[in-house]
């Protein structure tokens, strides 16, 4: 769907918008946006994504027409629709094409790690000042089924744990009323306790460096862009989102009672990183194997459940904020 509203100014802004993101604030975030753009007398279209994917489709197609400098791809939703758009930049005949981001999910740990703006205002006077984009880290993956085809995400790929907890998020339809009246993370937690009776432990070969290290009792394999994971938890406080460089984060798990005191220390102060089940590896290439069928997700958005075997390397896109 596209809407075009033709004025006389020097800046074009392309709308690109996932409305059912953060169970509708992304589509008050437009109508807000949307507003200070006419008010503001600045060129702007809407295109909105219909189906899961189509952003994708959209930003490739965005990329391979011809834009002027002065035009700006702004994409208002959550970090998977976010996610969807640098998958279409990346995958275009100009993937070095930037692009803005107003976060409007309900997790947006990518405008956390970033320190992004979600103030449609803050964000347009930043553009009208200055349209210098910064480059900022993603991660890049091949799956081995996939064959030669590259993905990207934002945040983070992770295997067992984190994923299983987001499946369990995705497929309950309490959460998607709770989170109607933004009580969501009731049930988050609630399926954070489920997971960690019911997530078992799996065999995991890293390798970085021509080194290779394996761990017996993985219970979460995540390998991330920066510190946050489900919607501001610092998994990694270490990390940050322009090191240039991935890290893969293995929890394991010894006994539970070990298990829980490690989360206890996540939730409270970070020193969770001092607990002999916590490991992590920094570089720009790792690769990660797995041994059994467990799940796993891509930016919140989940993956079919397999064996996996990953070759990550971080990689850079311009962003403007
Ligand atoms: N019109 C649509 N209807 C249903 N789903 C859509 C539509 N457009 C996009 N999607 C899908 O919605 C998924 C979830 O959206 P998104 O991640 O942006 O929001 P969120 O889950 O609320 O936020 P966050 O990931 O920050 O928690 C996207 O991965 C995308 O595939």
Redesign the pocket.
């Known amino acids: 769907m596209s809407i075009i509203n033709k004025m006389s100014n020097n800046l074009t802004i392309h709308l690109l918008v996932?409305?059912?993101?953060?169970?509708g604030r992304?589509k008050k975030v437009l109508e807000q946006t949307a507003l200070l753009l006419v008010n503001e007398n600045i060129d702007f279209d809407i295109q909105?994504?219909?189906?899961?994917?189509?952003?994708i489709i959209l930003a490739e197609t965005y990329c391979n027409q011809k834009h002027h400098k002065n035009e700006v791809l702004l994409v208002i939703?959550?970090?998977?629709?976010?996610?969807?758009v640098l998958n279409g930049i990346k995958r275009s005949n100009k993937p070095e094409t930037p692009c803005a981001y107003l976060?409007a999910?309900?997790?947006?740990?990518f405008g956390r790690a970033a320190h992004l703006t979600s103030n449609p205002q803050v964000l347009l006077d930043h553009l009208k000042a200055n349209l210098k984009p910064s480059s900022i880290d993603c991660g890049s993956f091949k799956l081995a089924e996939f064959g030669k085809q590259t993905f990207y995400f934002v945040n983070s790929f992770g295997i067992g744990f984190d994923a299983y907890v987001n499946h369990l998020s995705n497929i309950s339809t309490l959460k998607k009323m709770l989170n109607r009246i933004n009580e969501g993370k009731l049930i988050y937690g609630s399926h954070i306790l489920t997971c960690l009776r019911k997530q078992d432990t799996f065999t995991v070969e890293v390798e970085c460096d021509g080194k290779k290290r394996y761990y017996q009792n993985a219970f979460l394999v995540t390998t991330t862009n920066h510190p946050y994971l489900g919607?501001g938890i610092a998994l990694l406080p270490p990390a940050r989102i322009d090191s240039h460089k991935i890290n893969t984060v293995i929890v394991e798990k010894y006994t539970i009672k070990s298990l829980i005191k490690l989360f206890i220390k996540l939730l409270k102060d970070g020193s969770h990183l001092e607990c002999p089940e916590f490991h992590y590896i920094e570089a720009e290439q790792i690769t990660v194997k797995t041994s059994k069928q467990e799940f796993g997700q891509v930016?919140?958005?989940e993956i079919k459940r397999g064996n996996f075997n990953i070759d990550f390397v971080v990689d850079q896109f311009d962003l403007l904020r």
């Open positions: 996932n409305e059912t993101a953060g169970n992304a909105k994504s219909t189906y899961p994917g189509e952003a939703g959550g970090d998977g629709s976010f996610n969807e976060p999910g309900t997790g947006n740990d919607g930016d919140g958005e």
